[in-house]
């Protein structure tokens, strides 16, 4: 026998509002699957805690159907990045999505101070310049504030930031096999900036 619409409705329950996300910060999420049960979870009204992990993220500013394709992305590939647009509760973000089954983190999307990095470095503009690509216009520009590194530099700096040795190593392996001598007279003996 079939069931009119109208019952069939019914039976779904109530429905959730999902107002849009009008306010907050943008953010970059890193989702994982924390286990292997994240489709057998459910909540307290019995739905699949996925569900609840997408309605997370609209409350971000993604889409519905966007939402549920990364939660389908992490549920499949194991992890997912999103870049969401308004995040008015980073910790309450991050709480439900763990309470669902994922393990969630946001990017570091802080500004970069590269005159501050360099110094950390003890290296100079040229050093800096020298050993990691960049012109030194571009890092003297940057350092000012007469312009803006573009997203690509930006994440080589963030990277440069969290790990300078491994990324000069991987910038320039023959240099970081070179001696320390030759490293010297190159003009790679770390000098405080200036």
Do not use: C
């Amino acid at each position: 026998m079939r069931s009119s619409l109208k019952a069939r409705f019914e039976r779904l329950g109530p429905i959730r509002d999902m107002p849009p996300a009008s306010s907050g910060s943008p953010a970059a999420v890193v989702l994982r699957r924390l286990d292997d049960r994240v489709d057998d979870r459910v909540d307290d009204r019995g739905a699949p805690a996925r569900v609840d992990a997408a309605i997370a993220l609209v409350g971000g500013g993604l889409s519905l159907l966007r939402a549920k394709r990364v939660i389908e992305e992490v549920i499949t590939q194991g992890r997912a990045v999103v870049a969401l647009p308004h995040v008015d509760d980073p910790a309450g973000l991050l709480g439900v999505l763990r309470s669902t089954g994922f393990a969630a983190a946001m990017l570091d999307t802080a500004p970069i101070d590269i005159r501050q990095l360099r110094r950390r470095l003890g290296v100079t503009r040229a050093q800096f310049a020298a050993r990691y690509g960049f012109e030194i216009e571009a890092l003297r520009n940057w350092e000012i504030g007469k312009r803006q590194p573009d997203t690509a530099a930006t994440s080589y700096l963030r990277a440069i930031s969290h790990d300078p040795e491994s990324v000069e190593r991987a910038f320039a392996p023959i240099m970081a096999e070179a001696s320390p001598v030759a490293m010297g007279s190159m003009g790679f003996d770390r000098k405080p900036a200036g």
